[in-house]
């Protein structure tokens, strides 16, 4: 595919923000970072050393003593600066994510607007947030000459590692209630993604934040990647990405705080009664948007025997209308990140074709672009059954029953969200008590938003919550004063 929008320069080799300052490493070395649909090295980030990280970690220390003493009125100034920062960018911001993780256009730029707006609620929700005081005579025996003065301090240094599908909105997730709550950062894009994280951080440098409270380490993940997490210097790590890569990184990690938001299969439960166009059209988005590859995608149908062969119909009607192809012609299905990822996919529809299940609609592929694939007739021998894809295939298992849709999704190893259709409300609340995932969607694809609602994944799926309010939570601890009046 060729680009026809120009204003990332190729092959920029882009320097590491250190102290306030934009940095070659003494590595003389880079990465290079090719775009998944133009198949052509875009640009360049730095392969920082371990040297580096540690001077990294130790002006974030420096910096956050002064930051954590200056008040919340002055540091919530930078953060809505980089907000309106970040607008004015939008453009610039939204041409270098489409062509470094191949999403449309359009998406990105609502990428770029949503993160705008998740730092400025950030700033409201940390404004609002007053702790609170308690008496010691609640408390049989206790004294009424005793109060406790309850309030969050900052933790210290946050290392925040997002993923490549939201280089910017889910890394902005975990700098903004970082910062806003008196914590300095140590960011860690994802490779691929890299440069997209690198902008957002200009937009914060022209807002003018102190120096030392953001410094981004970019590089080989065999050089920095288990160093940075056993860093003596980090006082917390906040990650979302792959389970496997989360479930690593909880064993090396010692005792510090950690918020892991990983994989899912998140099943679209539909019931008998359910209303099946309106079923269809948030499972088509919830499965197919940026060619699936979102935690929060919809990885399987659980559907009732008895209006699955009408849901089946419809939803082939839906998928053979998806826009396939180029994210700058602002395509639903655009090409993964990589190879090894359509590869995986490919692994996948071959496993369950061997073992029974039809195929709808799709299987095709051309490189890293696979069309959006639906297959009939999964059972749970299939790894399609179990495992998550990333990408666009959409499994449809036919259960006989509301147990059996709950008994599937209670089996795998995952918990995110799963999605309830059906018109019985009563029957809703019954499946949704019995699942056992972070967040359950009643008529509604799966999904994270809007962005001040807890996000929380169970079992393999993670672990803490973010949310705007959880993620200031899960960035700062209690600390306990007590007054004794004499
Ligand atoms: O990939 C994981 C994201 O947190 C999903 O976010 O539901 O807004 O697409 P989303």
Redesign the pocket.
Known sequence: MVSTLSTLSKEITHKFYLNGEWKESQSGQTLDIESPYLHEVIGKVQAITKEEVDQAVNFAHEAQKGWAETSLQERAKYLYKWADELVNMQNEIAEIIMKEVGKSLKDARNEVVRTADFIRYTVEEALHMNGESMKGDSFPGGSKSKVAIVERVPLGVILAIP?F??PVN?AAAKLAPALISGNAVIFKPATQGAISGIKMIEALHKAGLPKGLINIVTGRGSVIGDYLVEHKGINMISF?GGTNTGAHLAKKVGMIPLVL?LGGKDPGIVCEDADLHEAAKHIISGAFSYSGQ???AIKRVLVHEKVANELVEILKGEVNKLSVGSPEEGCTVVPLIDNKSADFIQVLIADALGKGATVVTGNKREDNLIYPTLLDDVNDTMRVAWEEPFGPVLPIIRVSSDREAIDITNESEFGLQASIFTKDINKAFSIANKIEVGSVQINGRT???PDHFP?IGVKGSGMGAQGIRKSIESMTREKVTVLNLI
Do not use: A, I, K, V
């Open positions: 993923p599908n939201y889910l979302t938001e979102r935690c929060t999904e994270r938003g996000f």
